[in-house]
C-alpha cells in the first residue's frame, strides 16, 4: 500500500485564499479613491485639463496594482526565493541608476522616466525577498555574528547608502526597520540587535548632522512638537489645522478647506490622512487605523501558519512593511515625524507605491494558498543555492511559531492509535 506524504497537500485553489485580507485591502482601496478625488479635483481644476486628472491616474495605477497581485497570488512563493539573488542585483542597478540618471525633483532624485517609476519602492520587498531568503539558509549560525550580524549590517549598509544618497531618509528607515525584525525573529540575538542598532543610530545621527536636507527636516520635527500649530514649516502647520478643524465628526465629505492649492500640498498623497481628519474627523481616522490593524493581524496570522521559514519570515516582512509605513504616514500628520514623502499604502496617489503594495500584497496571498504545498513531480525544493554568505543548514531557533504545533505534540498525534511493540509481539505469541 502506498502511503501519501503528510508534508504535500493538495494542489491551492482559490478557496485556499485568505478571504479576509482580500477584503481588508479592497476596503482600503475603495476609500483610497473617494478620498483621492476628494482631495485631488481642486488641484486639478486649476493646474490640469479636467478635475478627473489626478483620480483619473489613480485608477489606472490601481488596476495595474491588482494585476500584479492577481499575477503574484497566482505564483507559489518559493519562485522568489529562487530568484533571490537576481533581483537583488537589479534592484541595486536600478538604485544606481536612481542616482547618476535619476530625475532631479524638490532637490532629490528618487525616479526615473520624468518621475514615473521609483526604484527604490520596489527595492523594499526585494529586500525582504532576499533577506527572508538568507536566513532560512542559514539556520543556527546566524547566532554568530561572523555569520550574522556582520553580512546583515554589510548588506544594509550598502542597500541604505544608495537610498540616502538620493536623498530617501524615510525609506531607508522602512527597510532597515523591517529587515531588522525578521532578522530578530530568524533567532538572532538580542546582542546583536542592540551592537547593530546602537551603530544605526549613530550612522543615522552623522547623517542628519552632515546632511542640510535631512537636518532641516529634523528641525522642522522639532519646532512642531513644541507648537504644531505655530510651527513656520508649511506642511507641518497645515496638516496640523485640518486635523484640529475636523474635530470628532469632520466637516464632511468633500467640505475640507486645507485641500485647496495654497494651502496642503499634496493633500491626495503624502498628506491624505490630513485630509481625512478634516472631512471625517476622528471617526474617519479611527476607521483607516483599524483597517490597517486588522491588515497586520491577517498577515500575522498568515505568517504563523506557514511550515516553512521563508514563507515566515517574509509573510511578516511584508505585513511589517505595510504597518510601519502607514504608521509613518500618520507620525507626519499628527506632527511626531519630520515631512517624509511617504505615502499611506493602499489609499494615498501613487503608482509606484501602489503596484508596489498590491505586488507585495499578492505574495501574501501566494503564501497563504500554497502553505504547506510542494509539486508531486520533479526534484524535492532546495534552498542552499539562494543566498550568499553562508549556505549551510543547521539547526534553527526562531522565535516564529510552527505551522504544525510542537515536535512533542506532532509525535504523540503520529502515534496515536499504535499498538505498543511489546504488546503487538505478545499477542502474536499467544
Known amino acids: 500500500m502506498t502511503t501519501a506524504n503528510p508534508h504535500l497537500t493538495a494542489r491551492p ?52 496594482g491588482v494585476v500584479a497581485m492577481l499575477a503574484m497570488a497566482s505564483v507559489p512563493y518559493t519562485v522568489w526565493e529562487r530568484w533571490s539573488v537576481p533581483l537583488l542585483a537589479v534592484g541595486l542597478v536600478a538604485l544606481v541608476a536612481v542616482i547618476v540618471l535619476g530625475d532631479d525633483r524638490f532637490g532629490a532624485k528618487r525616479t526615473l522616466f520624468e518621475g514615473s517609476v521609483q526604484p527604490s519602492e520596489p527595492v523594499k520587498i526585494i529586500v525582504l525577498i532576499y533577506i ?25 549598509g550598502i542597500v541604505a547608502g544608495l537610498i540616502v544618497a538620493q536623498p530617501n531618509i524615510s525609506t531607508t528607515i522602512l527597510i532597515v526597520t ?32 552632515r546632511n542640510d536636507y535631512a537636518q532641516k527636516r529634523v528641525e522642522a520635527l522639532l519646532q512642531s512638537i513644541r507648537n504644531p500649530l505655530g510651527s513656520t514649516e508649511h506642511q507641518i502647520f497645515q496638516a496640523s489645522q485640518a486635523l484640529v478643524t475636523g474635530g470628532p ?87 511626531v515625524a519630520p515631512p517624509t514623502g511617504v505615502t499611506l499604502p493602499f489609499i494615498s496617489f501613487g503608482g509606484s507605491s501602489m503596484v ?16 504547506g504545498w510542494q509539486p508531486a513531480r520533479g526534484p524535492s525544493r532546495k534552498t542552499t543555492n539562494n543566498a550568499t554568505f553562508d549556505l549551510r543548514w543547521g539547526n534553527r ?30 499477542a502474536t505469541r499467544r
Open 397 to 426: 531557533r526562531p522565535r516564529l511559531p510552527s505551522a504544525g504545533g510542537s515536535a512533542p505534540a506532532r509525535k504523540s498525534v503520529a502515534n496515536k492509535g499504535k499498538r505498543p511493540a511489546s504488546r503487538t509481539a505478545s
Open 132 to 156: 527572508s531568503t538568507w536566513l532560512a539558509s542559514k539556520g543556527s549560525r546566524i547566532r554568530d555574528i561572523n555569520y550574522g550580524l556582520i553580512p546583515f549590517g554589510i548588506l544594509m
Open 356 to 371: 508596489t503594495m498590491l505586488g507585495a500584497t499578492g505574495i501574501l496571498l501566494s503564501i497563504s494558498r500554497f502553505q
Open 13 to 64: 485553489s482559490a478557496s485556499r485564499y485568505d478571504w479576509g485580507l482580500i477584503t481588508i485591502v479592497t476596503a482600503l482601496l475603495l476609500f483610497g479613491i473617494v478620498m483621492v478625488f476628494s482631495a485631488s479635483y481642486p488641484w486639478a481644476i486649476r493646474f490640469q485639463t479636467t478635475p478627473f486628472f489626478y483620480i483619473a491616474r489613480h485608477l489606472q495605477w490601481i488596476a495595474v
Open 249 to 335: 465628526l469632520g466637516a464632511g465629505l468633500g467640505n475640507s478647506l486645507e485641500k485647496f492649492p495654497g494651502n496642503l500640498p499634496l493633500s491626495w498623497s503624502d498628506n491624505i490622512f490630513a485630509i481625512v481628519g478634516e472631512e471625517l474627523g476622528l471617526i474617519g481616522t479611527l476607521l483607516v487605523i483599524l483597517l490597517f490593524v486588522l491588515f497586520t493581524y491577517r498577515g500575522l496570522r498568515i505568517a504563523s501558519r506557514t511550515p516553512d521559514m521563508f514563507g515566515s519570515l517574509l509573510a511578516v516582512g511584508i505585513t511589517c512593511l505595510v504597518a510601519l509605513q502607514a504608521i509613518l504616514h500618520i507620525a507626519v500628520v499628527v506632527a
Open 178 to 209: 523591517t529587515a531588522t525584525i525578521i532578522f530578530f525573529l530568524a533567532g538572532a540575538e538580542t546582542k546583536q540587535i542592540l551592537f547593530g542598532g546602537s551603530i544605526a543610530i549613530a550612522t543615522f545621527w552623522l547623517i542628519v548632522t
